[in-house]
């Protein structure tokens, strides 16, 4: 018992001549170390609004809605949920959609909302059944990632196909009604959609 007082007391004094471990901040900038994870920060320029950093964020930090009508999904981004996990950054699929700041640390706000961040992203709607298939950019993202191959897909053929408006001119306002027919092959329809249409006509002959 006696020897732990005596330490005790002996740090006591020294620390009372020694400089404070803590940093002046914020009267000082502090100066994170190499490799700290501060606030996440999105380059739009290289999200394609995928959901796969949604899907990973242990406090659903990241959300997304999905408006069917106007096609646009709209991802929320809630930096006052967030743990600073770096899952977002380490899961992104092009790798560069969001990347962890090693300076930004203070996001103390008063307001939660001002610690809220939104985008916004073209999506791609089935024209049969009204499902979301994905996001513009997704689908373009994974063009260029396959590159040829991606021609396998008609539903790639038929977004490249309006991308490069070739067949302008032509009359594209009839959209799928009622039951798919086989020309519905090539418009934009979701993979469900387009294996009804594959089972009908293509292996049952009709
Ligand atoms: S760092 Fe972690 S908690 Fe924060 S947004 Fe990314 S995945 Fe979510
Ligand atoms: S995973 Fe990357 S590309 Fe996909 S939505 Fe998140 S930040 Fe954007």
Known sequence: M??????????????????????????????????????????????????????????????????REKKIRTIRRDYGKCIFCGQCQEHCITGKGVRLSDRIYDIAVFNRADNVEYQQKELLVCESCRAVITTVEHLGYMHRKLGPKAFASILNLSVLNSMLKLAEGQDLTARPSGTLQRKDMFSIICPNCLRQVTVKYLFKGG
Do not use: M, Q
Request: overall charge negative.
């Open 2 to 67: 006696k020897y732990p007082k005596l330490r005790e007391l002996k740090e006591a004094v020294i620390s009372l001549v020694t400089p404070a471990y803590t940093s002046r901040f914020p009267a000082v900038e502090h100066v994170p170390f190499p490799g700290f994870r501060g606030k996440p920060v999105v380059d739009d320029a290289n999200c394609v609004g995928c959901e796969t950093c949604a899907n990973v964020c242990p406090p659903l930090a990241i959300t997304f809605t999905d408006d």
